[in-house]
Nanobody
């Protein structure tokens, strides 16, 4: 199992960039796929991006392709989400979740980090 914690959120202006990070605490972090979600108050949870256990493949939700970039450093047990050209509608709490490579579900979640984009 693994514990997750997000960091790097904050208040930015429209057009700014921001990097949020997910750090894993536990054994064999390199064997977990990591997925980013976000959720704004009163809105449905939204899929953002996924990176596989060894970093060879990445996937993005349609709204984020070309603007967000997911990456990982397994030596540091971290997964980053680089967000560019931020918009007010990007305001949300951003969560990372982990799935052991042979498991079916993303069973481990962090507490989230808040990103707020002002006009």
């Amino acid at each position: 199992q693994v514990q997750l914690e997000e960091s790097g959120g904050g208040l930015v202006q429209t057009g700014d960039s921001l990097n949020v990070s997910c750090v894993g605490y536990g054994r064999a972090f390199s064997l977990y796929d990591i997925r980013w979600f976000r959720q704004a108050p009163g809105k449905e949870r939204e899929y953002v991006a996924t990176i596989n256990w060894n970093g060879d493949t990445a996937d993005y939700g349609d709204s984020f392709k070309g603007r967000f970039t997911i990456s990982r450093d397994n030596r540091k047990n971290t997964v980053d989400l680089q967000m560019n050209n931020l918009k007010p509608e990007d305001t949300a709490k951003y969560y990372c979740a982990a799935r052991f490579y042979s498991a079916s579900d993303f069973n481990y979640w962090g507490p989230g980090t808040q990103v707020t984009v002002s006009s």
